[in-house]
C-alpha cells in the first residue's frame, strides 16, 4: 500500500466534480487501500479520491472509537437517496483543510446508494458521526468543501489563508 500525497486548499482540484466508476477492478480496489493507508496515516476519519488527485466517485471513511479495532468502508460512486429534516451540528475538519475547524450544520440522517468495494450494492442509513462524515465526503466528489456551510466571511478568511500559505512555498 502507498500513503498518497494529499491535495490541499486552494488546490483548483478540490472543485473539481468527480466522475462516476465505470468498473470496479484490482486497480479501484488497490486506490481504495492506499486511501485507506493515507486517512490512517494523516489521521484521519474520511477521504475522497479527488483529495489524492484523482477525480473519481470513491471515498473511503472510518469513523471507529478510538480503542475499537478499524472498520474501514469503501464507498464507490455513493448517492444521497435520503435526508432527514432533523438537523445536527458537528465541529469539522478536513485533511485539505489542515488545522482549520469548523461546526457545520447537516441533516441528522441520511441513507446512502453506493457499491461497495467487490462492486456489490449496498444501502447505508447513517446517523451521527457517520452520516456526517458520509455528507462531507460526498460534497467532496461534487467540488464542495465544508468550508461552503460556514459564512462568507470566515470561508474567504479561511482561502485567503491558504492561498497565502501556498504562494509562499512556491517562492
Known amino acids: 500500500m502507498t500513503i498518497k500525497p494529499l491535495i490541499i486548499l486552494p488546490d483548483p482540484l478540490l472543485r473539481q466534480v468527480s466522475a462516476p466508476i465505470e468498473r470496479v477492478d484490482a486497480e479501484l480496489q488497490k486506490l481504495a487501500d492506499d486511501m485507506l493507508e493515507t486517512m490512517y496515516e494523516a489521521p484521519g476519519i474520511g477521504l475522497a479520491a479527488i483529495q489524492v488527485g484523482v477525480a473519481r466517485r470513491l471515498l473511503v471513511i472510518d469513523v471507529a472509537k478510538e480503542g475499537e479495532g478499524k472498520r474501514p468502508q469503501v464507498f464507490i460512486n455513493p448517492e444521497i437517496i435520503t435526508s432527514s429534516d432533523e438537523r445536527s451540528v458537528y465541529e469539522e475538519g478536513c485533511?485539505?483543510?489542515?488545522?482549520?475547524?469548523?461546526?457545520?450544520?447537516?441533516?441528522?440522517?441520511?441513507?446512502?446508494?453506493?457499491?461497495?468495494?467487490?462492486?456489490?450494492?449496498?444501502?447505508?442509513?447513517?446517523?451521527?458521526?457517520?452520516?456526517?462524515?458520509?455528507?462531507?465526503?460526498?460534497?467532496?466528489?461534487?467540488?464542495?468543501?465544508?468550508?461552503?456551510?460556514?459564512?462568507?466571511?470566515?470561508?474567504?478568511?479561511?482561502?485567503?489563508?491558504?492561498?497565502?500559505a501556498a504562494k509562499a512555498k512556491v517562492l
Open 95 to 164: 485533511l485539505s483543510i489542515p488545522d482549520y475547524y469548523a461546526e457545520v450544520e447537516r441533516p441528522a440522517f441520511v441513507t446512502v446508494k453506493s457499491l461497495d468495494r467487490e462492486g456489490k450494492e449496498q444501502l447505508t442509513k447513517a446517523d451521527g458521526l457517520l452520516a456526517t462524515c458520509l455528507q462531507h465526503e460526498i460534497d467532496h466528489l461534487n467540488g464542495i468543501l465544508f468550508i461552503d456551510h460556514i459564512s462568507r466571511l470566515k470561508r474567504e478568511m479561511v482561502i485567503k489563508k491558504f492561498t497565502k
